[in-house]
């Protein structure tokens, strides 16, 4: 009988750990928005397009490294931890680059 309350107590314990795992990749998934998501406001084809190429050439003043990071995340609709398994680099060096990419970008845009 033992065995069989440590058993449940451990199974308990993991699907608890893999609900968490789930809602922790949830949360990041409805925090870094993707584009291929959103429905455009608009159905203009000369508009979208020059939008799309304006995208394009502020992504080519990034560096390289900064440059996949931030399509992988916003123009494919990835996580930073899919993308760093990807890349392999960690999570963290992930959001560093987004974060710094994100403020060059911000710097030039304006």
Do not use: C
Request: avoid cysteine.
């Amino acid at each position: 009988m033992e065995q069989t309350e440590i058993y449940e107590h451990y199974k308990t314990e993991i699907y608890r750990i893999g609900w968490r795992v789930q809602y922790q990749a949830k949360k990041i998934r409805n925090r870094e928005h993707s584009f291929n998501d959103k429905e455009p406001f608009y159905s203009n084809f000369a508009t979208e397009t020059e939008e799309k190429m304006w995208v394009h050439q502020l992504l080519d003043t990034l560096p390289p490294q900064g440059k996949s990071i931030i399509e992988k995340i916003y123009l494919q609709g990835l996580t930073e931890v899919e993308v760093a398994k990807q890349l392999n680099i960690s999570q963290q060096a992930v959001n560093k680059w987004k974060r710094k990419m994100l403020a060059q970008l911000s710097l030039i845009a304006k």
